[in-house]
């Protein structure tokens, strides 16, 4: 259900049935399998899914680390760490210079992947927090990854 709409001083204007926006009757949109797959195997935690699509949402502008852990509640260090880890696995940029900052590389092949992710977890913010949360822990999948054969270059 839709929140109604609010004035600058934040109360609810009152709306007309007319003016209520109609019922989706259509049937729930069907889980994105490229999102998926990359949510379970690219992102550890919430924060880090909100860490990317902040970085995502404001390309191209960079970000350091204390910006970042104020807009999602963390501390400092829990924030380094995650876009450490974001940075680590291609999907963000590190900046180098007098504060360590990081963005959105406007260039990535991933562009297309990250807004339908962005768009999903807009639609479907439950789903999509309850699948990351459903998954073995950070550490877990390390461990496991260790143990995967890879596939040999050309």
């Known amino acids: 259900m839709a929140l109604p709409p609010r004035c600058p001083s934040g109360a609810a204007i009152a709306m007309s049935e007319s003016d ?3 019922a989706d009757q259509t049937k729930p949109d069907q889980p994105e399998p490229d999102v998926d797959k990359f949510l379970l ?4 935690s919430v924060p880090h899914l909100e860490a990317l699509l902040l970085l995502w949402n404001s390309r ?3 970000w350091v680390v204390e910006e970042m852990a104020k807009s999602l509640y963390l501390s400092t260090e829990d924030a380094k760490n995650i876009l450490n880890d974001l940075a680590r696995q291609g999907l963000i940029s590190a900046i180098t210079g007098a504060t360590e ?4 590389d406007p260039e990535s092949h991933r562009s297309p992947l990250i807004s339908a992710v962005d768009a999903a977890y ?3 913010l439950i789903r999509i927090t309850r699948l990351i949360h459903s998954k073995p822990s950070a550490a877990v999948r390390a461990f496991a990854r260790a143990f995967r054969i890879k596939k040999e270059r050309q």
């Open 20 to 22: 209520q926006p109609e």
């Open 41 to 44: 195997e690219q992102i550890d």
């Open 60 to 62: 191209p502008k960079e």
């Open 101 to 104: 900052s990081f963005r959105y």
């Open 122 to 124: 807009r639609r479907e």
